[in-house]
């Protein structure tokens, strides 16, 4: 039963493996940032009108269709003369908007770096000019659509190109009209810390009030298409947020049902360690669509990718587009938990089945970095704190294993006598009967091996998905060739390490029973050293050095029950008998 146990734990961890590969893709550092252009022709915007439920993806990059922008129509009633840069400079985020179009070309965390050690940019910046920036707008009359995309707005509020809002919150208003009837306003306002901008958009045309949809371009800027970096790390794909219920939706699937309409708690676009998302106060619609990266290769690339999927949103409140909040910033669990704790937020860091598990072990992590400094030694330290609090389960798990090793001659004797026998036959009872006197008479119980070990496996599963997730060890470095912990070895050492720990702990396991089963326990070192190659150096840190403490444990274990006793088949008995 252990060694099934066993079989069933490096299958869950094939299929974990499996899942990375076939449907994680890489990431890597932002790519520098291009001037938008303003004669462009929009890219990758979902529509609001009506559902994109067509199963063709928007292609951006160089294919991208470009077109003029608009001609002017009689002088504008409310504009400004030039196009311009506001800056807006918070605790946590620096914000650069554009005036025309009122749009945001910039948002960079001020906390978070990239590889380059530069603020962590999230509105991306590789695909081409013209296409759709966080907060344009759209509306049911396409030519006002295409007119305020390019309108140069006037701005109040910033008495200079930089607003600074670090010690006190500011409101920047962009307003536009023309002599055809067509107004916008546009109001954002924001605080001295946290990643929240309330947004107010009002649109009329002749009088007319229109309800407008606010949309996010591709995103997120933090992941380069076609660069080198991680298989593991999560592309980016919807999500929803309803109460305390998740839905994700891969770039791909999106054709499938691309309109979302209800109570919303947030929807957005995320990736492994970002989100960008509207919180709506109100029922609200919100459409998602999938853009598909080609080419020029972003700086950072290496490759031409095959098909590089990103997701672009736009959401539209029910009745008007009032004071929504966007939240644009890290899946970092006190940052959410303080920006909105109504909303259930942190519920978009996905930690798996075993997240009533996986939070307070990341409490105890970042409780013990603020002693120790170090992250790499964090999780090494809670490691031994776990493996510590299970070594009593583990130790009776042993000695129980141990147990069924020094029987396992007389069960097979039992069983070899009895396997000409059908399953359906009625002797094969005796069999089972035979086993059971066997069990009590040795003081065995086969199931005392399994369930110790269940009951640590999930902890072992929270803190395997706790280590994949963390923002936490983003860029965080251990020791030496480590600088990234959520970046695979690029020596691939930790991996090796960790596969010759495991092959040194399976020949101390007690062993017995069936040949092909050992044989297969005895590949699954090889297997996992060869997933562990390209998974984050922290997670194999953490496997590494689990399986050292299990080694000692072990020594441990037989120094207190002594050698096993292993009784020699009766034949043997015999034939030693005579020859004395």
Sequence with gaps: MEKRLLVAIFLSFLVL???QVLVVKPAADKAKRQAPAAAAAAAGAPASGAATGSPEAVTAGAGSAQAAA???PDQPVVADASEHDIVIETQTVRAVFTNRGAKLVSWQLKKFLDLKKHP???????????????????????KATERLKYALYKVSGAASATVDATHAGQTIVFEFADGFGLRARKVFTFEPTGYIVRVT??????GRA???????????????????GSRYILKPEAIILRGSKVQRIAATDLYKQPVQEGDFS????????????????????????RVVFTEPLPEGAKAAPKLADLVAFGIRQARSMDDMQFFFGPKDFDVLKAARSDLQLVRVINFGIFDFLAVPLLRALVWIHGYVGNYGWAIIILTFLINAVMFPLRHKSMVSMRKMQEIQPQVKAIQDRYKNLKATDPERQKMNSEMMSLYKEKGVNPASGCVPMLLTLPVLFAFYSLLSAAIEL???PFIWWITDLSAHDPYYVTPILMG????WQQKMTPTGGDPAQQKMMMMMPLVFTFMFLWMPSGLTIYWFFSNLLAIGQQYITNRLVGPPSVPRPPAERKLKAKTA
């Design 120 to 142: 962590q940019e999230l509105v991306p910046s590789y695909l081409q000019p013209g296409r759709i920036h966080p907060f344009d707008l759209q509306v049911d009359d396409a």
């Design 474 to 476: 983003r860029g965080e």
């Design 500 to 503: 010759a720990s495991q092959l």
């Design 266 to 289: 947030a929807a957005g676009v995320d990736d492994q360690y970002f989100i960008a998302m509207a919180l709506p106060r109100r029922t609200a619609r919100v459409d998602f669509q």
């Design 201 to 206: 958009a009002d649109v009329s045309v002749g």
């Design 17 to 19: 493996y499996a899942y």
């Design 70 to 72: 608009p001609a002017s």
């Design 210 to 228: 229109m309800n407008p949809t606010v949309l996010w371009g591709a995103g997120l800027g933090d992941q380069v298409p076609g660069a080198e």
